[in-house]
């Protein structure tokens, strides 16, 4: 308690100075404002400063950022035009497939190739360019369209295989 005395005898010498020595007391009023008032624009300053440091490493990373996704979306989006290309090319090629197994399966058709043997033997000197050869294998039409069927599957697996193998995610048996 006994400091609360010390202070309240210093503040009324303090009032008591201030009354017999008024613009002295006014004067160093003033410049004890003017320095608290200074010190606080010293510490909005560096408040702003710092701000301003804080806004310019802000737009960098933003810049840094906005540039990694637009490398990513170009990423992607390269990809996603590979896998349409690679799609539409495999589609192409199924096409192409089944385009020329059906122009093979015309040309051998029951016409051509697949003429049963007729009813009549005739004899080999009267042997024509319809009959087949001594070494043909004669089947029904249902059976090379099987074959026919199946010979298009195989090699659309191939090409699968072959485009598996090209992107790495299967290898050649050996």
Same mark, same amino acid.
């Given at each position: 308690?006994?400091?609360?005395?010390?202070?309240?005898? +210093?503040?009324?010498?303090?009032?008591?100075?201030?009354?017999?020595?008024?613009? %002295?007391?006014?004067?160093?009023?003033? =410049?004890?404002?003017?320095?608290?008032?200074?010190?606080? @624009?010293?510490?909005?300053? +560096?408040?702003?400063?710092?701000?301003? +440091?804080?806004?310019?490493?802000?737009?960098?990373? /933003?810049?840094?950022?906005?540039?990694?996704?637009?490398?990513?979306? @170009?990423?992607?989006?390269?990809? %996603?035009?590979?896998?349409?290309?690679?799609?539409?090319? $495999?589609?192409?090629?199924?096409?192409?497939?089944?385009?020329?197994?059906?122009?093979?399966?015309?040309?051998?058709?029951? @016409?051509?190739?697949?003429?049963?043997?007729?009813?009549?033997?005739?004899?080999?000197?009267? %042997?024509? /360019?319809?009959?087949?050869?001594?070494?043909?294998?004669?089947?029904? @039409?249902?059976?090379?369209?099987?074959?026919?069927? $199946?010979?298009?599957? =195989?090699?659309?697996?191939?090409?699968? +295989?072959?485009?598996?193998?090209?992107?790495?995610?299967?290898?050649?048996?050996?």
């Amino acid at each position: 308690m006994m400091w609360l005395l010390y202070a309240r005898r +210093a503040i009324l010498s303090t009032f008591k100075t201030a009354l017999a020595y008024p613009w %002295q007391a006014a004067l160093i009023a003033a =410049l004890c404002l003017a320095g608290w008032l200074y010190m606080g @624009k010293r510490d909005a300053q +560096a408040t702003i400063v710092r701000r301003d +440091a804080t806004i310019t490493q802000m737009e960098a990373a /933003s810049k840094i950022a906005t540039a990694a996704q637009i490398a990513l979306n @170009k990423a992607v989006t390269d990809k %996603q035009t590979e896998i349409a290309r690679l799609t539409d090319a $495999n589609e192409t090629n199924r096409r192409s497939v089944a385009d020329r197994s059906s122009d093979y399966a015309r040309r051998m058709s029951a @016409k051509s190739y697949c003429r049963e043997a007729s009813a009549t033997p005739e004899s080999d000197s009267a %042997q024509g /360019s319809d009959r087949p050869s001594g070494d043909a294998v004669v089947v029904t @039409k249902s059976d090379f369209d099987i074959l026919t069927g $199946n010979t298009a599957r =195989l090699m659309s697996v191939k090409e699968w +295989a072959d485009r598996l193998m090209g992107e790495g995610l299967a290898v050649p048996v050996e």
